[in-house]
């Protein structure tokens, strides 16, 4: 049972660069969402999605780009990295049914943009 | 908006303590609150989930209450040990919705 998987687990990028963050979840949930994490910040969300087709801004959203064509995936681009942008991405999926759901979290992606 | 705040930031205590962290919210107006773990450069794994009409919820040593009309939940650890040592985190949602809003966290140390 993987639950949500993430890729890659590390990655290092120039400024600049550009690249996409994986995120799958074989558990048949409609809500998707991407988190960062930063020391002093907590996790902050970024972009999130209520189903194929549909995503919508979080709380930090500039930067990155997010779609979402399948109930199982939903990857997280950055179009031009910047040094900012170095933290812990985490992945999350979750059923969120008349108020009552429960949220599901992958293992993360450490990146570091130089 | 929602905001969450967690209180101790940081614990230290010998094996054994039974422990309480604490977690309160400005927007009581939630239909769920959960309680998260997270060892060191890891992941954020699901301890407890507690609905609405709830008050309480138990997982072995591990008991989370919710107070909607104060704004406050508690997690209480029983007999800590070392392996208890960690992050918690507690993520109540942005009203009736499954965006989750966390505090900042306690870290735990459970010293042998």
């Known amino acids: 049972n993987a639950g949500v998987t993430q890729t890659p687990k590390f990655q290092v990028l120039k400024t600049g660069q550009s690249m996409t963050l994986q995120c799958a979840q074989d558990m048949n949930h409609e809500y998707m969402s991407w988190y960062r994490q930063d020391p002093g910040m907590g996790l902050r969300l970024i972009h999130y999605s209520v189903g194929a087709g549909i995503t919508d801004q979080g709380e930090v959203p500039n930067g990155y780009n997010v779609s979402r064509s399948t109930t199982e995936d939903f990857p997280l681009r950055l179009l031009s990295a910047a040094p900012s942008q170095t933290s812990v991405y985490f992945c999350a999926s979750s059923y969120w049914t008349r108020g009552q759901g429960e949220a599901f979290f992958g293992q993360g992606t450490r990146l570091t943009v130089v | 908006k929602q905001e969450v705040t967690q209180i101790p930031a940081a614990l230290s205590v010998p094996e054994g303590e039974n422990l309480v962290l604490n977690c309160s919210f400005t927007d009581s107006a939630i239909y769920n609150l959960q309680w998260f773990r997270q060892d060191p450069g890891k992941g954020l794994t699901s301890l407890l989930l507690i609905q609405s009409s709830q ?32 992050t918690y985190l507690c993520a109540p949602p942005q009203g009736n919705t499954g965006k989750l809003i966390f505090g900042q966290g306690t870290t735990l140390q459970v010293k042998p």
């Open chain 2, 55 to 86: 008050r309480e919820q138990t997982s072995g040593r591990l008991n989370a209450s919710l107070d909607k009309s104060s704004g406050r939940s508690t997690l209480y650890i029983a007999a800590s040990q070392p392996g208890d040592s960690a």
